[in-house]
C-alpha cells in the first residue's frame, strides 16, 4: 500500500497525539523511544556482514582551506532539529512517500517497505534513523526519487539495519539509492547489506558522521560526480569496490578524504576515483587487488595502511581532464603487496615525493613511467631506509645505483634526492 506524508501537515499532530493512516498500516507517532532494531542476519551471494562498530564523538578534524567549501553547516551538523519533525513508523509491505521538505524520523521494523523520497528541486529532506529495520528482497529500502539534498542522519546511540536479500528487480540497485545529492552523517549505526550496491547516489555523496556497515556483493560506496569525506567510521566489505566515483562526464567522479576512518575490503579497488583522488586526513586500512586507483592520486596527509594483490596505488589515464600524477606531500603510508607483477606505487605518468613517511614492502616499491621528483619524506622499502627512489620499468629491476638518472643495463630510472 501507498501513502504521501506531507511534513507540514504532520507537524502539530505529532506534537500532541500518534496518528494512524487508515487503511496503510503505517503508524505516524510522536518521538519517544522505541525498540532497538533487530540485528541483520541475512546474507546474500558474496556478501560479508562486517563487524559491528560504535559511531565516534562528534569530534572532526578540521577541513582543509581548500576543501572547506565542500560542506555546509547542516552537512556537519550531526544532531538534527526535531522542533517540526514527522515520525513515521514502517509496516510490511508498505511505501512511504515523502513529497515536502522537512525531518522525518523513521523507526521500525518490516519486510517488503520502502521509503521513497519525491519533493520539489528545491527541498531539502532529513530522514532520521532511529531504530529502522526494513528487509526487502528486490527493491531499494530507501529510494530518492527527486529533492534537493537529502540527509541520511542516524539517531544517537541507535542501530538500524537496512538489507535487500535478493535479485534487484530494475535499475535502482542499491538498499539506499538516490537520484540527488546524499549525506550521511549522525550519532548513531546503520548497517546495510546488499546482493548489488550498498549506498549509490548519482549525483555528490558527502560522508561526515555516524558509524556505517556496509557489505555489498558489487560497490559498497557508490557516486556519480564527487565523494566527499569529513569524519564518521565505515567498515566497507565489498565485491568490487569500497568507495567508487565516476559518470559519464569526464571531468567528474572525484574523491576528496578529510577525516574519517576507513576499513575497507573489496575485490576490486578499495577507493577509486576516474579524476582525483586527494587525502587530506583520517585513517584508511585498505584490504584490496588495488588499494587506490584515480587518475590523479593527491595525499597531504592522514595514515593510510594497504595491502595489496596488484598495485598498491595506481595513478591511471581515467579521465582526459587531467594529467597523470601520484603526488604524496604528507601523511603515514605502509603498503603492503602480494607475490608477483606487483608495483607499490605505480603512476603511468610522474610521481612527486616532497614529505611524509613511505613504507613498502613488495617486490617493486615504484614503478612511473613520466618523470619522478623526490624532495622530501622518508622512504622505507623492505624495512630498510633509503633516499633512493627506484624504477620497476618494464622486464628490468629496481634501477640503478643511488644518485644516478639512469640505472643499469635492463634497470630504468634510479632517482636519488632531488
Known amino acids: 500500500m501507498k501513502k504521501k506524508i506531507l511534513a507540514g501537515s504532520l507537524a502539530v499532530l505529532i506534537l500532541t497525539a500518534a496518528v494512524l493512516f487508515t487503511g496503510c498500516g503505517t503508524v505516524v507517532s510522536s518521538h519517544t523511544s522505541a525498540a532497538a532494531a533487530p540485528a541483520a542476519t541475512a546474507q546474500t551471494g558474496s556478501a560479508v556482514t562486517p563487524a559491528a562498530v560504535t559511531a565516534p564523538a562528534a569530534t572532526p578534524s578540521a577541513v582543509s582551506a581548500e576543501t572547506e567549501d565542500l560542506f555546509t553547516d547542516r552537512d556537519l551538523s550531526q544532531t538534527p532539529d526535531l522542533s517540526e519533525a514527522a515520525a513515521v513508523t514502517v509496516a510490511d509491505g508498505d511505501t512511504v512517500t515523502l513529497t515536502e521538505a522537512g525531518v522525518y524520523v523513521l523507526s521500525g521494523s518490516a519486510k517488503e517497505a520502502q521509503v521513497v523520497v519525491d519533493a520539489g528541486d528545491e527541498d531539502k529532506v532529513q530522514l532520521v534513523l532511529d531504530g529502522l529495520s526494513i528487509v526487502n528482497a528486490d527493491k531499494p529500502c ?88 569529513y569524519d564518521g567510521v565505515y567498515v566497507l566489505e565489498a565485491g568490487s569496490d569500497g568507495l567508487h566515483a565516476e559518470d559519464n562526464d569526464d571531468s567528474a567522479g572525484s574523491i576528496v578524504i578529510e577525516g574519517g576512518s576507513f576499513t575497507i575490503r573489496a575485490g576490486d579497488d578499495g577507493v577509486h576515483a576516474t579524476t582525483s583522488l586527494t587525502v587530506n586526513g583520517g585513517n584508511l586500512t585498505v584490504s584490496a587487488a588495488e588499494g587506490m586507483e584515480a587518475t590523479q592520486v593527491i595525499i597531504n596527509s592522514g595514515v593510510i595502511g594497504i595491502s595489496a594483490s596488484d598495485d598498491g596505488i595506481n595513478a591511471g589515464r581515467k579521465s582526459k581532464a587531467l594529467s597523470v600524477k601520484i603526488e604524496i606531500n604528507g601523511g603515514e603510508l605502509a603498503i603492503v603487496m602480494g607475490a608477483g607483477d606487483t608495483d607499490g606505487i605505480d603512476s603511468n605518468g ?34 630498510q631506509e633509503t633516499d633512493t627512489v627506484t624504477n620497476q620499468m618494464m622486464g628490468g629491476g629496481f634501477g640503478g645505483q643511488p644518485g644516478g638518472m639512469h640505472g643499469g643495463q635492463s634497470g630504468g630510472f634510479g632517482g636519488k634526492r632531488w
Request: proline share 1%.
Open 142 to 229: 530507501i529510494l530518492v526519487e527527486n529533492a534537493d539534498k537529502v540527509f541520511l542522519t542516524s539517531a544517537e546511540g541507535r542501530e538500524n539495519s537496512l538489507t535487500v536479500s535478493g535479485v534487484f528487480s530494475g535499475d535502482e540497485d542499491a538498499v539506499i539509492f538516490s537520484r540527488d545529492d546524499l549525506v550521511l552523517n549522525g550519532l548513531g549505526t546503520v548497517t546495510v547489506i546488499s546482493s548489488r550496491d550498498g549506498i549509490r547516489t548519482n549525483d555528490d555523496l558527502k560522508l561526515t558522521g555516524g558509524a556505517w556497515n556496509i557489505s555489498a556483493s558489487d560497490t559498497a560506496l557508490k557516486a556519480h560526480d564527487s565523494i566527499c569525506a
Open 350 to 383: 610522474d610521481l612527486i615525493i616532497t614529505g611524509g613517511t613511505i613504507d613498502v614492502t613488495g617486490q617493486s616499491p615504484f614503478d612511473y613511467d613520466g618523470s619522478c621528483t623526490y624532495t622530501g619524506g622518508t622512504l622505507i622499502v623492505n624495512g
